[in-house]
């Protein structure tokens, strides 16, 4: 809808899912917006319970969908979250995360790819600290 991302802390999870409540209320009912194209993505559904309230209270529907696999596990999510981790902490970027990162989506690497990486990285800094070539 053009109308861009916005960052909202408040100090409790129940105002914060009242917030959430009034926003979608708001949505429908002044901009008619349908209740079918809004929805809430949560990271932990077991801390989801002041949020549902406050939706109830609100009178704004609930369709929950069956959570088969959690969304962070989800094969297009988790790179991101990969990714943010590193960005936030870049001491969390080990061979581990690099290779996830590398063959993901966002890095788009195969494993010809990783092969090509770790010859050019090996040429570009043979003696880098005395670490074995992976790292």
């Known amino acids: 809808t053009g109308r861009g991302a916005r960052a909202v802390v408040l100090p409790s999870p129940a105002q914060e899912a009242a917030w959430v409540a009034r926003l979608l ?21 077991h801390r989801t319970a002041p949020l549902r309230r406050a939706l109830e209270h609100a009178g704004v529907p609930l369709a929950l969908p069956p959570a088969e696999v959690p969304l962070r596990d989800e094969p297009a999510v988790r790179p991101l979250l990969t990714a943010l981790a590193v960005v936030l902490e870049p ?19 195969d494993a010809v790819g ?3 990486l770790r010859r050019a990285l090996r040429r570009t800094a043979p003696a ?7 790292a």
């Not at 009912?29 to 809430?40: D, H």
């Not at 001491?91 to 690497?109: I, K």
């Not at 880098?128 to 992976?134: E, K, L, Q, V």
């Open 25 to 45: 209320r708001r949505r429908h009912l002044l901009e008619g917006v349908p209740w079918s194209r809004m929805a809430v993505l949560v990271r932990s559904a």
């Open 128 to 134: 880098a600290a005395g670490r074995p070539g992976d």
């Open 91 to 109: 001491d969390a970027l080990d061979e581990a995360a690099a290779r996830e990162l590398l063959t993901s989506p966002l890095g788009g690497a």
């Open 114 to 116: 990783l092969r090509r």
